[in-house]
């Protein structure tokens, strides 16, 4: 299954940098708040190191799970 999650590649961009990238699902994460603020995908820049986090909305969502990266799902302590 590991296989299969990893054939999956997103094109990603360092705002740092300005490089421009494919990464496997492997190197994605997701977290899924209870708003549109709290809903983010993260990885780290494979050409300065930068720690990188962007909105996801829902149809980045979608092509993420569906890609396999690793899911984070935030509950809010209200």
Same mark, same amino acid.
């Given at each position: !299954?590991?296989?299969? !999650?990893?054939?999956?590649?997103?094109?990603?961009?360092? /705002?740092?940098?300005?490089?421009?990238?494919?990464?496997?699902?492997?190197?994605?994460?997701?977290?899924?708040?209870?708003?549109?603020?709290?809903?983010?995908?993260?990885?780290?820049?494979?050409?300065?190191?930068?720690?990188?986090?962007? /909105? &996801?909305?829902?149809?980045?969502?979608?092509?993420?799970?569906?890609?396999?990266?690793?899911?984070?799902?935030?509950?809010?302590? &209200?």
């Amino acid at each position: !299954m590991t296989d299969a !999650m990893d054939a999956a590649v997103f094109k990603a961009a360092c /705002p740092d940098c300005r490089g421009c990238f494919e990464l496997t699902a492997g190197a994605l994460r997701l977290a899924i708040g209870a708003s549109r603020r709290t809903t983010f995908y993260s990885f780290t820049c494979p050409d300065c190191g930068a720690a990188v986090r962007k /909105p &996801a909305g829902e149809r980045i969502v979608e092509l993420l799970t569906g890609g396999g990266v690793r899911t984070l799902r935030l509950h809010s302590t &209200a």
